[in-house]
């Protein structure tokens, strides 16, 4: 094995080794320097070599998700890992097996472990495996567990993993398999429905009433309440509030499941608008790809016909004539860019209205809710107060029945005292309510106004493309005409 132990410490593949390879190993001449200049986008890097770097540990490859081919033989990786992200992975030399690897190959290293080799069952498509020259080789059954935990696995080390290997390896490693796949099914159901959990939770972050089809907000009203727990240890407070509970919870239930309604409704719109855009936009292009494309067979037999031209004052007429069409092609693109910039404000337009009114609809909706909850907590709080004046009363003349802890006493020194905690439990309680209409009005607000910018913005790069595009070709065709007088006139 090539290794440079006495003379290159350890080393992990990281963002400057990484930077230094797919330059060394990019395109060279003046597309290396123009990749250079444009900076190196590694999801486009396709094959990567790394060996004899001395690696001790695979790492900040998860950007290369296109990645087919990756080398990493004659290193001294100890463990295969970090090669999750890269599913297109084809060829893996001293680890070639991510995704759809096919192959990997992680020869000459110093993986010991043979559960290196259960970490490659992930990679449904690995066919071909090459461990040679790892100490993990020398294992008794190295051969059998491999052909066990990779049951897919065609070649190992770049031999055929015969029949009979096969068979010894189901039969060893039947009861120890049949485990491992039971677990292996079980997290896999996990993270299904982790990710259907974030799927939803994400449409609701969408439609901005997130956490809001339950009781988190009223539980986020009392977290922060420090009287709240004393508080609710009077006579009679349980019951206020499981009534006061249940009462949020339902008009946070009709928010939430507006918002996902009215999400809807902003989507379609949304698409609606970009469908009608594309639509226009395309038949546009058409328009002008006809009448440039007439163009250009008209040029090419005007430019054949003045090529052959041997008299001037006709060479000059068709010049002039040539001429005269190339401005005349100039302005009817320009007029049919015109008519899709005037085409595509009249449907951005619609569009700002219609989003316009949505939200507003849906924003004055959910004010009318919050509304609803300030009230609801300003009847909790007046309920409040009278259950607590009256312990308090209670409290003063020795007829509480009820034993309340000392810290609940405390309240009861005077009636200041009570009716200010119960007071600054108001306060927290209608600014929860207060933030949580706020974060939403503003998240909504905000996202309407990065879209129709974004909108308006794309539209302006549009046009200046298109503008540059015509001018472009029409300074070509000019140029070629003046190309040809010049060679007559020599």
Not at 189 to 201: D, G, H, S
Not at 373 to 392: P, Q
Request: one cysteine or more.
């Amino acid at each position: 094995m090539n290794r440079l132990f006495d003379t290159a410490a350890p080393s992990v593949i990281d963002e400057k080794m990484l930077r230094k390879a797919v330059q060394e190993q990019g395109p060279q001449g003046q597309a290396g320097r123009l990749a250079k200049e444009e900076g190196i986008q590694y999801n486009e890097v396709i094959q990567l070599c790394l060996e004899l770097r001395n690696i001790l540990k695979i790492g900040h490859l998860w950007e290369f998700t296109s990645l087919t081919k990756l080398q990493l033989n004659n290193n001294i990786i100890e463990k295969i890992q970090g090669l999750e992200k890269l599913t297109n992975l084809v060829w893996l030399e001293n680890m070639d097996a991510l995704g759809n690897l096919q192959i990997v190959s992680v020869g000459n290293n110093l993986i010991s472990q043979l559960d290196n080799v259960i970490y490659l069952r992930k990679f449904k498509e690995l066919h071909t495996l090459n461990l040679a020259g790892n100490p993990i080789c020398q294992e008794e059954n190295y051969k059998i567990f491999v052909a066990a935990y990779l049951s897919d696995l065609v070649y190992l080390d770049y031999r055929l993993l015969d029949e009979q290997t096969r068979e010894k390896a189901c039969v060893e490693y039947q009861y120890a398999l049949e485990e491992m796949r039971l677990n292996e099914l079980q997290e896999q159901k996990e993270i299904e429905a982790q990710k259907i959990t974030e799927q939803e939770l994400q449409l609701h972050k969408d439609a901005f009433v997130e956490l809001l089809n339950g009781p988190h907000l009223f539980d986020s009203m009392f977290a922060d309440d420090a009287d709240a727990p004393k508080l609710a240890c009077l006579p009679g407070v349980t019951t206020l509030l499981e009534s006061y509970k249940t009462q949020l919870v339902a008009l946070c239930m009709q928010m939430f499941e507006a918002g996902l309604t009215q999400h809807a409704r902003r989507q379609n719109e949304v698409e609606s608008f970009f469908s009608c855009s594309r639509e226009a936009e395309a038949d546009n292009q058409q328009r002008a790809a006809q009448i440039a494309a007439d163009f250009e067979r008209s040029r090419r037999q005007v430019m054949a016909e003045m090529q052959k031209a041997t008299d001037t004052k006709l060479l000059e007429a068709q010049a002039s004539k040539y001429s005269d069409e190339i401005s005349q092609l100039c302005d009817t693109l320009m007029t049919l860019e015109l008519q899709l910039v005037d085409q595509l404000e009249d449907v951005i337009k619609d569009f700002e209205r219609n989003i316009s009114d949505l939200v507003g609809g849906f924003t004055e909706y959910v004010q009318g809710i919050f509304a609803q909850c300030r009230d609801l907590e300003n009847h909790h709080h007046e309920k409040l107060l009278e259950i607590a004046v009256a312990t308090l009363d209670r409290v003063a003349k020795n007829e509480l029945e009820e034993d309340l802890p000392d810290d609940v006493r405390m309240l009861f020194v005077d009636k200041d005292t009570l009716i200010n905690a119960v007071s600054a439990s108001h306060d927290t309680h209608l600014l929860k309510i207060d933030n949580r209409e706020d974060e939403l009005m503003m998240r909504i607000n905000s996202w309407m106004s990065a879209l129709i910018k974004s909108i308006q913005d794309e539209e302006v790069k549009r046009n200046r493309k298109r503008i540059s595009e015509i001018h472009n070709y029409v300074d070509f065709v000019k140029d070629q005409l003046e190309e040809i007088l010049l060679e007559e006139h020599q």
